[in-house]
Every structure is written in structure tokens, then in C-alpha cells.
């Protein structure tokens, strides 16, 4: 397919480009820029003016929940989601059911969404059978699978001496370990942050204490694999702080956080809202602004959406009974653009960690706009904005804390790998 994307303003945080250009599309691949290719004649002409051209975004953390938990979504409805959120790649951690621990998994995965419209789907496998921290996988066979890095996404590891042995086989290899950093016994059973609002509402709390043990836990094994080291979902101030101090020594580690954590707080759990269990909890206000420190100096290095449907009878309950999680896949564009406005972040900045550097930590050559780069694309009206409602989310979850907001950013057209995969009409 032939695209003429015309009129836009083009933005391409890897390449320092942010100019008004013409884009044009060829088998797949960014033909040309500015200037039309000889003999070019296109299929689909999209009209961006006034808006935003840039490369699909790239999301760290999409739970599709196939296999095994379609009653919360499929693959086709979070797929359709994630495309008209401008997602173009996304990376699917292991926590199935099965979890990703055998390769015929993996490949039925990656057979399933290669033959549906929607973003590129890049498995996480698991770094131990069924996740039970005991036995480690096969990873050498998962990552000829297509498994672009490893994890134990929730579930603990009951065994320091196993995580080391796996770091040890991973960093062998040079596979990525990706790992949620969390003690699971002083979490345990906690709901919210540990703090004055979750004990004047009677909620068990997850202290930031938590976390930071196990970022120190982490990163000293970390140093002694030389295993390539990403912490997904940092939560609070003193973790942002340990990941600064890490990278300033040289440690071979990057780390993420949830869009939702750049403008939630425990402050917001007044509401008694169920779709504001999620994991790590929203934290102190302190907590948040170290987060938003964290992503403009750089020590944070992605955002992503933390996209995690729930069924409408499992968030139907009172919050601490409710499941944890929140759909946010189709909100990650317009959760960062609000963050960049309120926090005066150079639209290109903010672009970045939603582009070009997930790119980086998932290892793939996406996330840029050049010519021969893949053309994954996404367009969008930076000053549309939209209310956020039940009705306008494609997922099959919308628990959404974020339900009933304004929000900037309204995605006209998203081009996957030179495929039109959603135009807003």
C-alpha cells in the first residue's frame, strides 16, 4: 500500500527532527520525506494538518490476556485499542494463563496477533516454569521463539539464590531481564500506599519500603550477573533516587513507570474508586513529583500504560476485594501529553519516552521516522481533546481511574507496518 501522509507536523525525537513534511509510504517502509518519490502515486491520502506526525508509539507494559483470560479481553478487542491509542508495538509480558514458559506458547501467541489488524506484539517470557520462581525456563528456546526479554512479571521469587541463577543465564546470553521490583512479604496483602490515607480509610498498605529493598536486592545481583537490568513500574521517590545513583556507577540498568503514576496520587483514593487498584499502588504526592522529576532528567527512561483489563464483576466490589489493574493502553498518548503541558515538557521530550526509548529497551529498530525505517506512524490533533468515558474506550475493559477526565490528544490515523490499521472518522 502506497500512503501519502501530507501537511503534518513532523516530529522524530531520535532523528531531532520537528519540522512541517510530507510523509510518503511504500511496501512497509518510509519511502521518502518531503519530497515524493519518482513515479510515486498513493493508495490512502491522509490529510494531517494540524496535527502531530510521529513514529507509533511503543508500549512496555500491555497485558492482552490471551491465553486463558479472555473473559477479561481478547486479543482482537486490545489490539483494536491499543491501534486507535497510535500504538504500534507493544510488549506483552508473561503472565498468562499458561504463562509464556514454553515455546509453542509463544509461537501460537505471535501467530494469533500476526494474522490481526493492530500493533506489532513482542512476548515476554517467563524466567521460571508457571512463574513459581522454582525452575527456570528455557530461555535460549523462548528467545528463538521470539521472547525479546525475561520476567516474573508479579509474581515473587521466593529464592534469591534462583533469581541469581537465572540473572547468571540471562546475562550469558545477553538477554534482557525485566523485573517489577517488589518484596512480596512486606506487600503482602496490601492494597494502597502505606500512608495516612490508606489507615484513616481502613486499607492494608504496601509501604515504599517494599520496593526499595528489592531494587537494592536487584541491582546488587544485578552488578554481580552484568545482566542487562530494566525495573518496570517504579513507584516512589527513593527508588527513582536508587536508579539515579545505579546509572551514575555505571550499572547497566533502565527502568519505566505507568502513566497513571505521573498524575495519580494516594490522594485520589478519597474517592473510593476500585479502578484505582492497581499495582504498585498510587503513592504519595512527594512520590509523584520525584516520578515527574525522574522522566524529565532522564533517569526514568520510558512511560508506559500498564494496560491490564478487568472483568466488570471483579472491579464491581469494595477496593479492597476488587482485582488490581487498570485498562490504559488508548490513554498512554494522552495521559503524556497532559503530563508535558502541565509540567512545560517539550512536546519532542515528552515523545521520546513513549517512542524511540521504549525502542531501545525492547531492542528493536522502531520508535523513528527515517527513510527505510519501518513505517509504523501515528497521527494525531495535539489540541483535540475528548472526555474520557466507558463509550469512547475499545477496550473490553474500561476500569480506567481516568473516567470522566478531559483529556488532549485525539489520534486521527495510526499506520502499522505500511497497513492503515485505524483512521478516526
Same mark, same amino acid.
Given at each position: 500500500m502506497k500512503i501519502h501522509i501530507k501537511n503534518g507536523r513532523l516530529i522524530d525525537p531520535a532523528n531531532g527532527i520537528d519540522q512541517t513534511a510530507d510523509i510518503f509510504v511504500v511496501a512497509g517502509k518510509i519511502a521518502a520525506i518531503g519530497k515524493a518519490p519518482d513515479g510515486f502515486h498513493a493508495n490512502k491520502t491522509i490529510d494531517a494538518t494540524n496535527c502531530v506526525v510521529c513514529p507509533g508509539l511503543i508500549d512496555l507494559?500491555?497485558?492482552?490476556?490471551?491465553?486463558?483470560?479472555? #473473559?477479561? =479481553? %481478547?486479543?482482537?478487542?486490545?489490539?483494536?485499542?491499543? +491501534?486507535?491509542?497510535?500504538?504500534?508495538?507493544?510488549?506483552?509480558?508473561?503472565?498468562?494463563?499458561?504463562?509464556?514458559?514454553?515455546?509453542?506458547?509463544?509461537?501460537?501467541?505471535?501467530?494469533? +496477533?500476526?494474522?490481526?489488524?493492530?500493533?506489532?506484539? #513482542?512476548?515476554?517470557?517467563?524466567?521460571?516454569?508457571?512463574?513459581?520462581?522454582?525452575?527456570? %525456563?528455557?530461555? +535460549?528456546?523462548?528467545?528463538?521463539?521470539?521472547?525479546?526479554? @525475561?520476567?516474573?512479571?508479579? =509474581?515473587? @521469587?521466593?529464592? %534469591?539464590?534462583?533469581?541469581?541463577?537465572?540473572?547468571? #543465564? +540471562?546475562a550469558t546470553f545477553d538477554y534482557p531481564v525485566w523485573l517489577r521490583p517488589q518484596d512480596a512479604w512486606l506487600a503482602g496483602g496490601g492494597v494502597a500506599h502505606d500512608g495516612p490515607v490508606a489507615s484513616r480509610l481502613g486499607l492494608p498498605g504496601i509501604p515504599s519500603v517494599a520496593e526499595t529493598i528489592a531494587i537494592s536486592t536487584i541491582l546488587a545481583l544485578a552488578r554481580e550477573s552484568g545482566v542487562r537490568l530494566h525495573l518496570a513500574r517504579l513507584s516512589t521517590r527513593e527508588g527513582v533516587e536508587m536508579v539515579r545513583q545505579a546509572k551514575a556507577q555505571g550499572v547497566k540498568v533502565t527502568c519505566d513507570i505507568s502513566a497513571n503514576h505521573l498524575h495519580l496520587s494516594e490522594m485520589d483514593l478519597t474517592r473510593f474508586d476500585s479502578n484505582l487498584h492497581f499495582l504498585p499502588p498510587a503513592r504519595s504526592l512527594r512520590d509523584r513529583d520525584a516520578l515527574i522529576a525522574g522522566v524529565k532528567d532522564g533517569t526514568i527512561d520510558a512511560i508506559c500504560s500498564d494496560h491490564a483489563p478487568v472483568d466488570d464483576n471483579e472491579k464491581q466490589l469494595p477496593f479492597g476485594e476488587a482485582s488490581p489493574g487498570a485498562s490504559g493502553v488508548e490513554l498512554l498518548l494522552p495521559l503524556t501529553l497532559k503530563w508535558a503541558a502541565e509540567n512545560q515538557v517539550p512536546l519532542a521530550q515528552a515523545l521520546a519516552c513513549v517512542t524511540h526509548k521504549p525502542a531501545q529497551i525492547l531492542g528493536v529498530a522502531n520508535g523513528r521516522l527515517g527513510v527505510g525505517a519501518n513505517a509504523d506512524i501515528c497521527v494525531f490533533d495535539p489540541e483535540a481533546r475528548f472526555t474520557v468515558t466507558p463509550k469512547t474506550l475499545r477496550s473490553q475493559g474500561n476500569n480506567t481511574p481516568f473516567l470522566g477526565y478531559e483529556l488532549p490528544g485525539v489520534v486521527k490515523a495510526t499506520v502499522i507496518d505500511g497497513h492503515l490499521d485505524y483512521e478516526r472518522h
Open positions: 507494559s500491555v497485558r492482552l490476556r490471551e491465553p486463558g483470560l479472555e #473473559y477479561k =479481553a %481478547t486479543l482482537e478487542s486490545e489490539m483494536l485499542a491499543a +491501534a486507535s491509542g497510535g500504538v504500534t508495538s507493544l510488549a506483552l509480558p508473561p503472565d498468562t494463563d499458561p504463562p509464556l514458559d514454553e515455546p509453542g506458547l509463544v509461537e501460537m501467541l505471535k501467530f494469533r +496477533a500476526r494474522n490481526l489488524p493492530g500493533p506489532r506484539v #513482542y512476548p515476554v517470557g517467563a524466567m521460571t516454569q508457571k512463574l513459581k520462581g522454582e525452575a527456570l %525456563t528455557e530461555m +535460549a528456546e523462548l528467545a528463538e521463539a521470539g521472547c525479546v526479554a @525475561f520476567s516474573h512479571a508479579d =509474581a515473587p @521469587f521466593t529464592d %534469591t539464590k534462583i533469581l541469581l541463577h537465572a540473572l547468571d #543465564y +540471562a
